[in-house]
């Protein structure tokens, strides 16, 4: 039953053009136009465009699959019946629950892959093996605290409009305050101030240190975790409180 | 064979008492139209038999088994005998009706063929549709087919017809009177028509003010002396 469930759930992912589009085609082009931009740039700890950028990309795919084709579709689902209507067939929640995880895991490697491909053949990014399995490691675990997060935030909406609108403004947000536009310490102080809040900075943070094997643990980097940590268990009560509620 | 039992019924939205002890029962093969005026509480009752709604108080069993009891894994086997057809029917708009109903006979893991069902139902030429492409009166034929497929002990219909126009809510008729014939299954359906309770129907539950305040046969009811069941619910309930 997983896998025909799995089959459909991408099958749907892939006919559905607004998540393609903000999800598997907008970050790598951007990720190509701004190499060309400020390929030869070189950023905190003396890294290239290429190890600093391409991590962070990778991120931001699994940032907008996560937000748009797992939290914004449960809104959509939610609003439109779907969710009542498949309750009430004999398919168990743990079913629907990891086929959508493994579809946004599959979906998300897949722009792993993408990024990691088109930064060896443009940006000459370095393949270490070691390295990249730690970092496909971590990602997996990015993966996991991002769809809680995700699932907490969409479980407050029960109108698709105001969901959208929402998905719209959180996608310019953590962009800007999340260090995939340009670095954090370049931008003004308040976009500094909000970047300590929005936990996609320090997941990018993190990312880009265990990507160059620069992961050491210092104030900074168990803050970082610590904050991550603390967002990703206020969520998981929020998702407890509010299944309670809807029963 | 008792189908469904419920007695004493309970159930409230923080101060909002909407069922107020409700008792019911649907045998084998009865053909039941609950009715009320919109906010009485019937599609809470209906989800509370759709087994997806907690209740307050009272007893609800379906097909023998006591359903505020039920681990979610019973729950599962007991679904497996039900079928529902909700208003407004939704089901996911980017798969299209062939995939659809491979994916509900994948859930119901039902034995029955999908191009048979398709046949009977005369979907063949919307089979390549989306779901959402189709107009409101094929998608509750879709709808209808889907709950078929898992040949149900029960099947319950909240608003079935509503939206459709003459022909298509006599084709929708038509198949769940021959539904019923041919299965013996029970049917549960709320609906603002009461042509259709009078057509189709072997008993009316009335619920006002959150109580049933008439179980009967349709026959009963036209007995006391109404002209028909839009009389009857005329003057039984006020605006």
Redesign the interface.
């Known amino acids: 039953m997983l896998l025909t469930q799995l089959r459909y759930d991408l099958l749907m992912f892939s006919r559905e053009l607004f998540y393609l589009v903000f999800t598997v085609f907008v970050p790598p082009i951007t990720y190509i136009f701004m190499g060309q931009l400020f390929g030869d740039t070189m950023y905190a700890g003396n890294l290239s465009y290429a190890q600093t950028y391409t991590p962070s990309f990778i991120l931001l795919i699994t940032f907008t699959v996560i937000f748009f084709a797992f939290g914004f579709d449960q809104v959509t689902h939610r609003t439109t019946g779907v969710e009542k209507r498949i309750r009430i067939s004999p398919v168990s929640k743990t079913t629907l629950l990891l086929s959508s995880i493994i579809r946004s895991v599959i979906i998300t490697s897949i722009g792993f892959i993408l990024i990691l491909v088109i930064g060896i053949a443009m940006y000459n990014v370095e393949f270490h093996i070691i390295e990249l399995i730690t970092s496909y490691g971590f990602f997996i675990v990015l993966n996991a605290l991002l769809l809680i997060i995700s699932s907490a935030v969409y479980s407050f909406f029960n109108n698709m409009k105001s969901a959208l609108v929402f998905s719209i403004v959180i996608l310019q947000i953590v962009i800007l305050t999340g260090g995939f536009a340009m670095p954090i310490n370049l931008m003004p102080t308040f976009i500094q101030t909000i970047a300590n809040f929005n936990p996609l900075y320090h997941m990018n943070t993190l990312f880009i240190a265990v990507w160059n094997g620069q992961l050491t643990f210092n104030n900074s980097t168990v803050l970082s975790f610590g904050y991550i940590s603390a967002f990703a268990l206020l969520s998981l009560i929020v998702l407890g409180f509010m299944n309670k509620r809807k029963n | 064979m008792k189908v469904i039992e419920v007695n004493n019924l309970k159930k409230s939205y923080g101060s909002k008492n909407v069922l107020k002890g409700i008792n019911f029962q649907a045998r084998e093969g009865e053909v039941i139209g609950v009715i009320g005026k919109n906010g009485a509480g019937k599609s809470t009752f209906l989800e509370i038999l759709?087994?997806?709604k907690?209740y307050d108080a009272g007893n609800v069993v379906i097909l023998e088994e006591d359903i505020q009891s039920l681990s979610?894994n019973k729950l599962?086997?007991v679904?497996?005998h039900?079928s529902?057809v909700?208003q407004?029917?939704?089901?996911?708009?980017?798969?299209k009706v062939e995939?659809l109903l491979k994916?509900?006979k994948?859930?119901?893991n039902s034995p029955m063929d999908v191009k048979k069902i398709m046949a009977d139902f005369k979907l063949e030429p919307h089979r390549k549709k989306y779901f959402d492409k189709l107009s409101g009166g094929w998608k509750q034929i879709v709808s209808l087919a889907i709950a078929f497929l898992s040949e149900p002990r029960l099947l319950i219909l909240d608003e079935p017809t509503t939206g459709l126009d003459p022909h298509m809510r006599d084709l929708l008729w038509t198949y769940i009177t021959n539904y019923n014939k041919k299965t013996g299954g029970t049917v549960i359906l709320t609906t603002h028509n009461m042509d259709e309770i009078e057509l189709y129907c072997d008993k009316v539950l009335l619920l006002n003010n959150g109580v049933n305040e008439v179980f009967d046969t349709t026959e009963g009811i036209l007995k006391d002396g109404y002209k028909s069941i839009h009389e009857f619910y005329i003057s039984k309930v006020s605006i």
């Not at chain 2, 407004?88 to 798969?95: E, R, S």
């Open positions: 759709m087994t997806i907690q979610i599962e086997q679904r497996k039900i529902v909700l407004p029917t939704q089901f996911y708009a980017n798969l995939e994916l509900f994948a859930y119901y």
